[in-house]
């Protein structure tokens, strides 16, 4: 799904390339996308439902992203920091799996 999200949304992935990130806009993940399932769909002319997607990529070459470059490394308090701290998990564990891995790391070491 990465090539479909550069083509669609290039927005949301300039710092993976070397550019200036900026705030991307809200979208839709078009989630309808996700639940397509071609098993036993013979009948359907694939290349007329996604269409819109299929010329997107065909002209994907006229619409290559030019921005700015970016130099060094994020500031904690960059617009684009703060955002992404605002919306993203940091940790994923189960309640309490933290507390059971340091607990692991102390024995190990031989601190009690």
């Known amino acids: 799904m990465l090539v479909f999200l550069i ?3 290039p927005d949301r992935v300039l710092r993976q ?3 200036r990130q900026g705030i991307p806009q ?3 993940n078009e989630s309808i996308l996700h639940k397509c399932d071609l098993r036993g769909r013979h009948d359907v002319d694939w290349t007329t439902r996604h269409g819109d997607y299929i010329r997107r990529w065909s ?3 006229e619409h290559i992203v030019r921005d700015e470059m970016a130099i060094g490394s994020l500031g904690y308090h960059d617009p684009y920091m ?3 701290r ?3 998990i940091r940790f994923l ?3 309490g799996s933290f507390h059971k891995l340091l607990a692991m790391y ?3 070491r031989g601190y009690t």
């Open 7 to 9: 083509i669609v949304l």
């Open 17 to 19: 390339f070397g550019f």
């Open 26 to 28: 809200p979208c839709d």
């Open 59 to 61: 002209s994907r070459r």
């Open 82 to 84: 703060v955002w992404y």
């Open 86 to 88: 605002s919306i993203t």
């Open 93 to 95: 564990t189960r309640t």
């Open 106 to 108: 102390y024995c190990i």
